[in-house]
């Protein structure tokens, strides 16, 4: 594709360049402005395009460099490095100057990554699905649209599908700031060897949807998972109060199931819209606006310290009072900041129970190392989880 100002004499491209210096494009064209001052601009985009264009390809053809030096040099090459990727997002919002906002510069950022990731290695990305769901959209929003996404049925499908290596990493929701933990995902980590790599945390907004051919006057059905309906119980009270509302397995099947019923209606996110082809009668309905679910990346590496990170442990204690205080001390003294804890029944033990914790730093962090080590010798065991970069985008 040639540049459109390569047909222009060279009078008049200088007439062209001036032209365009003397017009600040910061600035919205006046609605007096003339037609001629409109392709001006288009032309000015065009070039801006190609340069575009020319920088991405660059950019391509250095990722393809990258995976051919690992591949050269290290039997088992990573390619996937979170923390990198989290450092470069960073960087890009950084720098941002406007008017693409910060959030969705990095995101067209993030983009960009997965196409090049995809081009050193193709990213399977198990994750509970099915199709439609947050989870999706967390994987989508984490790995990008590029990565091969696999929906799987339960939790623990995920893990034994990394596990066995059918697929390279995971999402799985852990905590909703309205529902609480995703206790599922905790015992997951129980029965498993596999780290935590990277965190996402998506804002949870509720879409009330129906199909084309639903008679909205004559619904009796609302479809969606229990904690949406629950997220989203006073709005059903003030608008649908006498309308049955049916619990299934995800937002996904909730928007499937409009494909063959006239008369039901599904509360599901953005991303079942496309998915299945339903439209959006009420937008945002949830009883929280602020209502966030955290979602955790799992995979079997462990990851280097990007600057701005956690760590997670699991800690089975011994059965006495006061244990966890004296779990907490070390943290506490070493300047290590909890960021959320957690209990779950230690299988098959009666009454004992074990400890998620979540603290702000990297293992590789001495009072953070130093913190877990001093609570080893008071407890029964201490497993790290995983430090990984904190959610950027």
Known sequence: MSNPSDNLSDKESQSLGNEVEQSPLSQTPQAGATPEFLNVLRQKIDGVDQQIQALLNERATLAQQVATVKKDNEDHPIFYRPEREAQVLKAVMARNTGPIADEKM??????????????????????????????????????????????????????????????????????????????????????????????????????????????????????????????????????????????????????????????????????????????????????????TTRFLIIGKESIAPSGQDKTSIVVSAHDKAGALIEILKPLSEHGVSMTSIETRPERPNKWAYVFFIDMNGHIEDPNVSAAIEAIRPLVKEVRVLGSYPKAVL
């Open 106 to 291: 990095g995101k067209l950022f993030r983009e960009i990554m997965s196409v090049c990731l995809d081009l050193e290695a193709p990213q399977k990305i198990a994750f509970l699905g099915p199709i439609g769901t947050f989870t999706h959209a967390a994987a989508l929003k984490h790995f990008g649209k590029a990565s091969t996404t696999i929906p799987l049925t339960t939790i623990t499908d995920v893990f034994r599908e990394v596990e066995s290596g059918s697929a390279m990493y995971g999402v799985v929701p852990v905590e909703n700031s309205s529902e609480g933990v995703v206790n599922h995902t905790l015992d997951g980590f129980l029965a498993s060897n596999l780290k935590i790599i990277g965190e996402v945390e998506l804002p949870i907004h509720q879409n009330f949807l129906v199909a084309s051919h639903t008679k909205v006057e004559s619904l009796s059905r609302i479809y969606s998972h229990q904690q949406s309906l629950a997220q989203c119980r006073h709005w059903l009270d003030v608008n649908y109060p006498n309308v049955e509302r049916v619990s299934v397995s995800s937002n996904g099947e909730a928007a499937r199931r409009l494909k063959n019923e006239w008369h039901s209606a599904a509360i599901a996110g953005d991303v079942a819209v496309a998915e299945y082809d339903l439209h959006k009668l009420h937008e945002n309905i949830e009883d929280n606006p602020g209502n």
